[in-house]
């Protein structure tokens, strides 16, 4: 099953209750829109934008 994500507001609010790697892990493959770390994701740190593009989409 793929989830895209479309918007950063689910992925700041999951970061902000430290659920982020908890929501990346399997059983889903999960989408996120390049300029989304561009433009709305730049107070992310390295490691977690690492673990947002970990796996890379087939």
């Known amino acids: 099953m793929r989830i895209i ?3 950063s ?5 999951l970061r902000k209750a430290s659920l982020l790697a908890t929501f990346l892990r399997p059983p889903f493959e999960i989408l996120i829109l390049n300029t989304l770390f561009e433009v709305e994701l730049l107070s992310f740190t390295a490691d977690e934008r690492r673990q947002m593009t970990k796996h890379p989409v087939r």
């Open 5 to 7: 994500i479309s918007g």
């Open 9 to 13: 507001s689910c992925l700041i609010d």
